[in-house]
Structure formats: C-alpha cells, structure tokens
C-alpha cells in the first residue's frame, strides 16, 4: 500500500512556474515508477509525465515536454513537477500516481496502483 500527498499548486500568472511535490508514504517508494495526470473541468484525465523507478527514465506529453521537468528523490519518497513557463491551457487538477510495473511504462491512467487525491493549479491570462 503507497498513499500519496500532492502539494504545491497554485494560482499564477501565464508564464510564471511553480513545483509540485507527491510526498509518498511506506518503504517501498523506489520500487515504483511514478506519474504525474492532471483534468481539467469538463474533461478526461490526461498523462502529463512519468519517471522510471530509479530516475534514469522519462516521459513527457507533448503539450507540456520543454516546459515541464519530472524528478524523484528516493531518500525523501518524494516526486517533482517543475512546471515553466505555465499557460492558461494548464489549469487543472494535477495528480500523482504510483505504478508497480516498471516494464511497460505506461502512460494509461487505469494502469497506475495508487493515486493522491490531487491538486488545483490555475494558471490566469
């Protein structure tokens, strides 16, 4: 079991940054690849980025691959979302999730164990 905590967002202006952190319980945070989702209102769940186990692999949308960086720190069972240069199209409750299977690398939010119950960045034009 791996409960996580999303912290971090925000209101900012179009072209300002903020860093999201998912703060993940239990000892077995390394062994899981985690990703980031965000939904906007009226809208389906969407991928935005995943981070292999170890950190040494990642993935990004195209929408936000540039402007985005996904990081990890095992020692403090804890993942990043740097996000610059933020445009209104990034608002959204932003997610974390935890996925056991290393292998397939996915980016199909049914395929993720476990999720934080999210978190509001609102991007103003």
């Known amino acids: 079991q791996v409960q996580l905590v999303e912290s971090g967002g925000g209101l900012v202006q179009a072209g300002g940054s903020l860093r999201l952190s998912c703060a993940a319980s239990g000892r077995t945070f390394s062994s899981y690849d985690m990703g980031w989702f965000r939904q906007a209102r009226g809208k389906e769940r969407e991928f935005v980025a995943r981070?292999?186990?170890?950190?040494?692999?990642?993935r990004y949308a195209d929408s936000v691959k540039g402007r985005f960086t996904i990081s990890r720190d095992n020692a403090k069972n804890t993942v990043y979302l740097q996000m610059n240069s933020l445009k209104p199209e990034d608002t959204a409750v932003y997610y974390c999730a935890a996925d056991s299977d290393t292998v397939r690398f996915t980016t199909t939010a049914l395929e993720y164990d476990y999720w934080g119950q999210g978190t509001q960045v609102t991007v103003s034009s």
């Open positions: 981070i292999s186990r170890s950190g040494g692999r990642t």
